[in-house]
């Protein structure tokens, strides 16, 4: 943030030298200058690029400083989000925002909701993205007016310390904006299709692009079946367009993640031309499943054969034309799509793996690790994952593994409500909370997000009030589920007039009206109903109720 005073004094100095611009006032001038701080998408990439550079670094120097992320299908959302952790934690180090193609799919596209298959269109990501910041500025426009007001009133009481202390608060004021981890999916389309959609992405503020190595038109969600991964050059090339994009537009310290649906893949869409033995198409090429071919009598109309290792053999094709792995060549071929990807140009891995395995997790990241010392993660803590199930299965075999009796249990049953507050489920919910520290430090993960929280928590809480206001609680399950709860725990947005910009509104129309400024705050304005009262609220709305992210952080 630029010092008040030295953009005052700036405005003044122009000011001087504009002899028809007497109404223009200064201090109002340097106001909206810091309100407006990034005046472009570009402007952001570079800022938020910076932060997650400066913060992969701190990850190497010790693991315990993670970062994590929420999805966000609105911007609206996004700025809740950010607003919400500068109050209770008082500071956005280390927490971003992801985008996820998977809800822009869902709840963005024009076609209504569709599954993750790339169907949407392409230019809703780069849109969702302009949106996400087009929010987080109004955030900060909106909270500098708050202190601007304050400056203000100090100065009419002639209170100096007070006007010192809310002079340090715009000077150190930490801005909402953060970096978003965007997903572009495969590209949609060939290299040259990636590129100017990496583009459109980068110039709405994108700091980072995760794209993933299945076939573009034949992509699938990464926890579903019918997955159709492609050749390490096609994948690869895919890469060097979005660097071109990050480096045309200026963005050097641009991220690229590079995510694998080989574990959950079994087939290719295309067997690569293999120029000298051991190179990439001939690896690639290694893991397909193959019969022996004794002549060219044993071939079928259409079919194809390959070399490999001095003999002839048949490639596995299925009806659709497509080709398959081996079974068991799953690891192998995440292993090396992951240290393929780094040594070309990725910054950040990110696996698709059917459980939250820490173990498993760990077992490919050191894999990768034997090859690329510096490897970093990127995990999806998806909400496809059944995690109470998944931990209480864990846990009961490691107590069944222990030689610990588990005959209370029933392992298939374990989601059931009267496992709930068991020994067994306690264990279970201690190592949920402890998940992602521990696999920062064991598995190498850098950046922890959740694909699709908001989509859940819109979902149960409209369940909820639905509920109680149509059912026979009437109004009070508003005022008591919605309401209250926001009043108590000082959530700003109880006072939505406020947050969708009625007092940033009265303020410039007082710059540029002065006294005849019609205004829509005031006394008789139902917003002085939620003037924050009690002392808990005031606390967590100044942003003093301090705590640190993670388990151990």
């Known amino acids: 943030m630029e010092n008040y005073q030295n953009e005052v004094a700036a405005a003044s100095d122009l000011l001087r030298t504009k002899n028809t611009w007497g109404s223009i006032k200064p201090e109002y001038v340097a106001r909206m200058k810091l309100q407006n701080q990034f005046k472009t998408g570009i402007d952001i990439a570079k800022y938020a690029a910076k932060i997650m550079r400066n913060d992969m670094a701190a990850y190497d120097s010790n693991t315990t400083n993670y970062t994590q992320s929420l999805g966000c299908w609105h911007g609206f959302v996004a700025q809740q989000k950010m607003i919400s952790i500068k109050k209770n934690f008082g500071s956005t180090d280390k927490r971003y925002l992801y985008l996820s193609g998977w809800m822009i799919a869902a709840m963005r596209s024009e076609f209504g909701p569709l599954p993750d298959q790339s169907m949407h269109e392409k230019t809703a990501v780069p849109a969702l993205i302009e949106e996400i910041y087009t929010f987080l500025r109004q955030a900060d ?21 007070e006007e010192a202390n809310t002079l340090h608060k715009i000077n150190t004021f930490e801005t909402h904006v953060v970096p978003i981890i965007a997903d572009i999916d495969a590209g949609f389309g060939n290299e040259e299709a990636t590129y100017l959609l990496a583009k459109k992405m980068i110039e709405a503020g994108a700091c980072c692009i995760q794209m993933e190595n299945q076939v573009s038109d034949a992509k699938q969600c990464g926890h579903q079946a019918g997955k159709v991964t492609v050749p390490h050059e096609d994948f690869l090339a895919k890469i060097n367009a979005v660097r071109y994009a990050f480096l045309e537009l200026g963005v050097e310290d641009g991220v690229i993640v590079a995510r694998t ?119 999806n803590n998806s909400p496809s994952f059944n995690w109470t199930l998944s931990f209480r299965q864990q846990v009961y075999d490691e107590m069944k593994s222990k030689g610990k009796d588990v005959s209370a249990y029933d392992r298939e049953s374990l989601m059931e409500e009267e496992y709930d507050g068991t020994p067994l489920s306690t264990l279970a919910d201690d190592k949920i909370r402890a998940f992602q520290f521990e696999s920062s430090q064991k598995a190498g993960i850098f950046h922890h997000l959740i694909t699709l929280p908001t989509y859940h928590t819109a979902a149960l809480s409209t369940d909820t009030l639905a509920k109680g206001y149509f059912g026979s609680e009437g109004m009070l399950a508003y005022v008591r589920d919605v309401q209250r709860r926001e009043i108590r725990v000082g959530l700003d947005c109880v006072k939505h007039q406020d947050m969708a910009g009625t007092y940033i509104g009265d303020d410039h129309k007082e710059y540029f009206s002065g006294d005849a400024a019609l205004k829509a705050g005031g006394k008789d304005n139902t917003m002085n109903q ?24």
């Not at 609220?537 to 705590?547: D, F, L, Q």
Request: glycine share 8%; proline share 4%; charged share 25%.
């Open 530 to 553: 939620f003037e924050v009262k009690n002392k808990k609220a005031k606390m967590m709305a100044n942003g003093t109720n301090g705590h640190t992210i993670g388990v151990a952080h």
């Open 261 to 379: 649906d080989s574990l959950g893949a079994g087939l290719t869409q295309k067997i690569p031309v293999s120029k000298t033995p051991g190179d990439l198409a001939s690896k690639y090429n290694n893991f397909l499943e193959t019969t022996p071919l004794g002549s060219l009598e044993d071939l079928d109309e259409g079919d194809m054969f390959i070399k490999q290792d001095g003999k002839l053999c048949k490639p596995v094709r299925l009806s659709n034309g497509l080709y398959k792995f081996k079974e068991g060549s799953n690891f192998d071929r995440v292993v090396l799509d992951c240290v393929t990807s780094l040594q070309n140009g990725a910054d950040l891995l990110w696996i698709e793996t059917p459980i939250p395995h820490l173990e498993n997790i760990a077992s490919l990241v050191n894999a990768i690790r034997n090859e690329v010392p510096s490897a970093k993660l990127v995990y």
């Open 141 to 161: 426009s909106r909270e500098l007016s708050k202190l601007f007001r304050q400056l203000d009133k100090a100065r009419k009481e002639n209170d100096k310390v």
